[in-house]
């Protein structure tokens, strides 16, 4: 038997969810918590086989609250449920050990298909997410060569959308402070920026972070 925690603030949701499963003999609802905080103290005395997370919570980010649930547990499936199709929600998801995303207008099949794919250790996409992600990729490719970025420089733009000084970098990256300082040089040229903040976001509207 595989035991299902619900994790979402809306009972339409919750509900909907409980009724496509309750004739799929394989699986079975052992809980539906309505916040991270209900959600926490939930998986600190039990261990579901698979989670359905609302990333939209009212007391914590869902993402944040993958992060935390993975630190506490390294074996259960998490399964991302959003009415959102973004491609930065659905890969920032999977980065902090998601095993799937699903669209909250799922039909049935697609539920049970992910929940089955995800026991067995891969990873589920929905349709929708995939797709997205597939556009994400073939944009990311193409500002890439509009940009003409180096390996390098790639990977210190990721490190500054981080949040990362210039210094933290060059330590990071065992690189002077004086080449990290030219590597940013370039990428305002390349970006025709004047200031991070502005690098970042030319950055985020290309996919390139």
């Not at 035991?3 to 004739?23: A, E, F, N, R, S």
């Not at 959102?84 to 998601?98: D, F, P, V």
């Not at 207008?105 to 797709?131: C, G, P, W, Y």
């Not at 040089?185 to 390139?208: P, T």
């Amino acid at each position: 038997m595989i035991k299902i925690l619900i994790i979402d603030d809306h009972p339409l949701v919750c509900d909907g969810i409980k009724t496509m499963l309750k004739d799929e003999s394989s699986v079975e609802v052992v809980n539906a918590s309505k916040t991270a905080t209900e959600a926490l103290s939930y998986l600190s005395n039990h261990d579901p086989d698979i989670i359905l997370l609302d990333i939209s919570l009212p007391d914590m980010s869902g993402l944040e609250l993958c992060d935390r649930i993975r630190s506490m547990n390294k074996k259960v499936k998490i399964i991302g449920l959003t009415s959102t199709n973004e491609a930065s929600i659905i890969t920032g998801l999977l980065q902090r050990g998601g095993n799937g995303y699903l669209l909250k207008n799922m039909e049935r099949d697609e539920l049970i298909e992910a929940i089955h794919t995800v026991q067995k250790d891969k990873v589920f996409l929905s349709r929708a997410a995939n797709d997205k992600i597939l556009e994400q990729f073939q944009s990311r490719v193409a500002a890439e060569e509009n940009f003409l970025l180096t390996r390098r420089e790639k990977e210190i733009l990721q490190l500054l959308a981080d949040g990362l000084t210039g210094p933290q970098i060059a330590e990071k990256l065992f690189l002077s402070p004086l080449t990290i300082e030219t590597h940013r040089k370039n990428l305002f040229k390349k970006f025709k920026v004047h200031s991070v903040q502005l690098l970042l976001k030319v950055a985020r509207d290309s996919s390139l972070i």
